[in-house]
Structure formats: C-alpha cells, structure tokens
C-alpha cells in the first residue's frame, strides 16, 4: 500500500463500479468472461470496454460522427497531457494509458473505425472488411493484452485475430438488422461474384443461397482466426487464459449457431445458457498450450498498430484499487485520491465546465461486444 501523500492513479472505486455496471447491462459475454479474469486485470478491462462503449455512443449521436470525434480528439489530448476530466470514463481510461503505456495511435484506430460506421463506408473486398475490422476490435484485442501485461509484437498480433474474428461473427450475425439502418458489411465482390446486386439485396433482403454463401465465407475465415488466436490465448499469463478463451469460445459458437441453420436476416443467433455453461466447462477443462501458431505475420492492417506499442515508453506501474471486500484498502486508496486533487484538478472543472460526456447502457452494438 502507498503512502496516503502519494495518489494512485485518477479514478476511483466509485468510477471503477461504474465502468463494471455498464459492461454488465451492455454485453453479458463479455461480462461472463470478464469473471474469468484476477480482480487486478478486471478492472482495467472494464475501462477499456467502457471507454469503447462510450466512443460508439458518442461517434453514433450524429452522421459522420464529426461532433463525436471533435469530442474525443479533446479527451485524447487531455488523457496524454496526464490531466483527464472529470468523467469517470475518462478518469479510467486515463489510469490504463499510464499504467500500460497505451499509445494514442490504438484509440485513434478505433475512433477512426467507429468513424467509417456512422459514415456508412462500405467494404469492396475482404482486406477493406479486416482494415476496419482491425480498427474496431483489433484495436481492443491490443488494448487488453498490455492490460494483461504482454506487449510482444506475436502475442498482440494473435490478439488482433482474435478481435477480427470476433467482429466477423457479428458481421455474420447481424446481417438482417444492417440491412435495416441501411447499412451493408458484406464485402461487395463477393455479393456481386455470386450475382446478388448490392442495392437490391438491401431494398429487400433475404436469406437466399447466395447470401447463405457468403456468410459461410466470412465464419470460414473467422474460424481461421479463431484457431490462430488460440497461440495468443496460451502465451497470455496463466490467470487470464480461461477468461479469454471463454470469451473465443463464446463468440465462435455464435457463428456455428449461424451454420447450424440461423437465418441472420429473420433472427439474431445467440448462445443460451445451456451452452454458455458448456464452454464454460471447455474453457475450464481445456489445456491451452498450444504456441505454434505464434510466429505467424500479423495481418497487414495491423502491422504499423502493433509497432506503434513497441515504440511506446514503458508506463508508470501503479498500485491497483483493491478488491470490493477490502474496505480499509479501497477507504484508503479514496483519501490518497482526494488528498492528490488539490495539485491536479482537471482542466474542465478549473474552467468551471463540466463534461458533456454521457454513458448510457445499451444492448450490444456493432464494434468491440
């Protein structure tokens, strides 16, 4: 425990609960797998998911996102000047670029993303897919390696497989209700190489063969990644293997409950908790030592992300905020918080401005569930 005069980092464990809470309400895989993981990991993993969350929210209000990244370009620069505002997301996620020496090129990556979503951008070929797939969950498939302390170049680049096949099984899954804001992820020369026009298929969409063929593509090439990331999984520290591999093992049965005869236009393909409580058991049961998929090339994409972290100075460690039971440790930790504020008050609440951010739980959306 530090000395009450030295504060630890900038959140609380008041930010910190509420970074857990908006995870619990707003991806129930996540957050089951999040279990799986030490109380140390945990919690800055909830800031990560928090801090996405928030970017979709934000990039979501208005066409373009123009507003929303206006917004969070002003946060990134208060996060890396080491003086965040006062929103507990932003305070969080402040304390995880510290501690695990996050470049800004990894959020900037997803903002970027999350950019091309409220735009409508649309994917020509199957590499223009992954690029924006590297961005939106690539993106935090590296955050939550250096979370869990790893920042060598083939670990994070099993990361980033297994973001990007995750977000190709959302892709699968949510095919129907793309259609219906207008919005297509399908790469388009696969639609047209199986004859199916683009603009007709989104004025009225159905399941055909065609369609059935295409998605078989796309979960194939998942499946691939899946099996690449398992490498990654294994070269993880030992306590933080079952929940990541809970979570791989999650995401890919969604994309076999598609194969097993889904119809993603009429219905949303989902794992019940019968299954859950399966993979649990496979997670559990598994042996995960696996590493000769380690040394395989990154996808491309991800390349310069990746040596952007190996070019990141080391981070500052600091103490993490007990456990919820350890209540003179988390009484503690609060006093050297509150004892720190009168020398770093945040440049919002010294020009008497408060934060227009606002979290707002809701179900799982596109990018980074």
């Excluded at 504060?7 to 129930?28: K, V």
């Excluded at 955050?143 to 869990?148: I, K």
């Excluded at 020398?343 to 606002?358: C, F, I, K, N, Q």
Aim: charged fraction near 25%.
């Amino acid at each position: 425990m530090p000395p009450l005069s030295q504060p630890s980092g900038f959140s609380t464990p008041a930010n910190c609960a509420a970074c857990r809470e908006s995870i619990r309400q707003g991806s129930q895989s996540f957050y089951m797998a999040s279990l799986m993981l030490p109380v140390a990991i945990r919690e800055p993993a909830y800031a990560v998911y928090a801090f996405c969350r928030m970017a979709d929210d934000l990039i979501d209000r208005d066409e373009g996102g123009i507003e929303g990244i206006r917004i969070l370009g002003q946060m990134l620069d208060r996060i890396y000047r080491n003086r965040p505002g006062p929103h507990f997301v932003e305070r969080v996620f402040a304390d995880v670029v510290e501690r695990f020496a996050l470049p800004r090129e990894i959020p900037e990556a997803l903002i970027e993303g999350l950019a091309w979503d409220a735009e409508g951008r649309r994917y020509e070929t199957l590499e223009d897919l992954v690029a924006y797939a590297v961005r939106v969950a690539g993106t935090v498939g590296f955050m939550m390696t250096l979370v869990m302390g790893r920042r060598e170049p083939n670990v994070l680049a099993r990361a980033c497989d297994l973001g990007v096949a995750m977000q190709l099984t959302n892709i699968a899954r949510d095919i129907g209700e793309d259609a219906g804001n207008g919005r297509i992820y399908m790469p388009l020369s696969w639609l047209r190489d199986g004859g199916v026009d683009p603009e007709g298929w989104l004025a009225a969409p159905r399941y055909g063969p065609e369609i059935q063929a295409v998605v078989a593509r796309l979960l194939a090439d998942a499946e691939l990644l899946y099996d690449r990331s398992l490498s990654g999984v294994a070269a993880l520290p030992a306590s933080c293997r079952l929940g990541i591999n809970l979570a791989r093992l999650l995401y890919r049965e969604i994309g076999r409950e598609i194969g097993r005869g889904v119809d993603p236009v009429k219905d949303r393909a989902v794992t019940s908790r019968r299954q859950k409580m399966r993979l649990l058991a496979e997670a559990a049961g598994g042996r995960i030592s696996d590493l000769a998929a380690l040394p395989e090339p990154a996808i491309h994409s991800a390349v310069s992300l990746i040596a952007a972290i190996a070019m990141a100075p080391p981070g500052r460690a600091l103490p993490a905020i007990p456990p919820w039971w350890n209540v003179m440790g988390r009484s503690e930790h609060m006093i050297a918080l509150l004892m720190g504020f009168s020398t770093r008050a945040p440049a919002a609440e010294a020009s008497g401005r408060s934060s227009p951010l606002v979290l707002r739980p809701r179900p799982d959306t596109r990018s980074h569930r």
